[in-house]
């Protein structure tokens, strides 16, 4: 079973709807859960971490995490084109947070003006 | 300003040439860490450190070798580079311990011909 899941898309949203973004992982020890942005080319950058059961909003941004399901989402409100880019579901692995990350291949998400 | 940087950005090279790609960041972060991202496969982690002078392997450690002789600074070697070593290279450091994710740097895109 692979470690981190996700769907590799494309995922196709209009302008303005909800982009929903999902990830689960095999290991059930994890404490630390992570999305992360990345444009063609470019490095990896944070855009959410969640750590407890349940929803954590950032802006036009929520994480959801349901540790029992072992399961991760990502909802983006509002989608603007400038959110097309492919993201990444991060796992630590094991019990010691901030290092050992597992990624998920990623979801391509394209938005259309 | 926070960062990790990695030198060289991009880099052709030769079968069998022996290279340096340096990892240097200024955050005094204990862990770093080595990934390639290839098409299809994602970011696997090739070394990583958990602070000077102790290494260990990542998922893909075939073919390089790695340094932690000062804590800021996490040189990858490729005693002997072969195409299927190209590859897009991100170093990254990070806390042990805390809730802090990985910063990543820009990235090192290396073409073995």
């Known amino acids: 079973q692979k470690e981190v899941e996700q769907n590799s898309g494309p995922l196709s949203v209009p302008e303005g709807a909800i982009a929903s973004l999902n990830c689960t992982y095999s290991?059930?020890?994890?404490?630390?859960f992570f999305w992360y942005r990345q444009y063609s080319g470019k490095s990896p950058e944070l855009i959410m971490s969640?750590?407890?059961?349940g929803d954590k909003e950032d802006g036009r941004f929520t994480a959801q995490l349901n540790k029992a399901s072992q399961y991760v989402s990502l909802l983006i409100r509002d989608s603007q084109p400038s959110d097309s880019a492919t993201y990444l579901c991060?796992?630590?692995?094991?019990?010691?947070?901030?290092?050992?990350?597992?990624f998920g291949k990623g979801t391509t998400l394209s938005v259309s003006s | 300003e926070a960062q990790v940087t990695q030198n060289p950005r991009y880099l052709i090279t030769v079968t069998g040439k022996k290279l340096t790609v340096t990892c240097s960041q200024n955050?005094?972060?204990?862990?770093m860490s080595w990934y390639r991202q290839d098409p299809g496969l994602g970011l696997r982690q090739i070394y990583y450190s958990m602070n000077v002078e102790v290494t260990d392997k990542g998922d893909v450690p075939e073919g390089y070798k790695v340094s932690r002789k000062e804590k800021r600074n996490f040189p990858l070697i490729l005693e002997s580079p072969s195409p299927n070593q190209t590859s897009l290279y991100f170093c990254a450091s990070s806390l042990v311990g805390g809730p802090e994710t990985q910063y990543f740097g820009p990235g090192t895109r290396l073409l073995v011909l």
């Open positions: 969640i750590y407890s059961n």
């Open positions: 991060a796992v630590n692995r094991g019990w010691q947070a901030g290092t050992a990350l597992i």
């Open positions: 290991d059930r020890v994890s404490q630390s």
């Open positions: 955050m005094n972060h204990e862990y």
